[in-house]
C-alpha cells in the first residue's frame, strides 16, 4: 500500500520560510489529489492546500494564500510545501494526504503521512 513520508520541519523565526516535502512510496495514480493539512496545539485538523497529481491546478485556505505554494515532482513522487512570511500561528504538525476528490475535507483523504512538526517562534 501506497506510504507517505514528510520532512522538512523544524524551528524557524516569524518572517522566515520553510519547505515540506512528502515523498510518496509506490505508485501514484493520475486521478490523484494531494493535500497539506496541519494541527496546531487544542485545534482541530485544517486544510492548507492541494495540488492535482496530474495537473497545476491547486487551491489554498484563505489563511496561507499569497504566502504558501504546493508544487510536486512526479518523477519523484514528491509534493512540496513552501512557506514563506510565516507566522507565529503556523505552529502545527503538517501532514501529507492522498486522495481522489478536489476538496479540502480531511474526510476525502485516506493515506496520511505520520506528519512534522514546524514551530515559528517570535
Known amino acids: 500500500q501506497l506510504q507517505l513520508a514528510e520532512s522538512g520541519g523544524g524551528s524557524v523565526q516569524v518572517g522566515d520560510s520553510l519547505r515540506l516535502s512528502c515523498t510518496a512510496s509506490?505508485?501514484?495514480?493520475?486521478?490523484?489529489?494531494m493535500a497539506w493539512f496541519r494541527q496546531a496545539p487544542g485545534k482541530e485538523r485544517e486544510f492548507v492546500a492541494l495540488?492535482?497529481?496530474?495537473?497545476?491546478?491547486?487551491l489554498y485556505a484563505d489563511s496561507v494564500k499569497g504566502r504558501f505554494t504546493t508544487s510536486r515532482n512526479n518523477a519523484e513522487n514528491t509534493v512540496y510545501l513552501q512557506m514563506n512570511a510565516l507566522k507565529t500561528e503556523a505552529t502545527a504538525v503538517y501532514y501529507c494526504?492522498?486522495?481522489?476528490?478536489?476538496?479540502?475535507?480531511?474526510?476525502?483523504?485516506?493515506?496520511w503521512g505520520r506528519g512534522t512538526q514546524v514551530t515559528v517562534a517570535s
Open positions: 494526504a492522498k486522495g481522489y476528490q478536489y476538496s479540502a475535507s480531511q474526510r476525502d483523504y485516506s493515506i
Open positions: 509506490g505508485r501514484v495514480y493520475s486521478s490523484s489529489v
Open positions: 495540488i492535482r497529481w496530474h495537473s497545476p491546478s491547486t
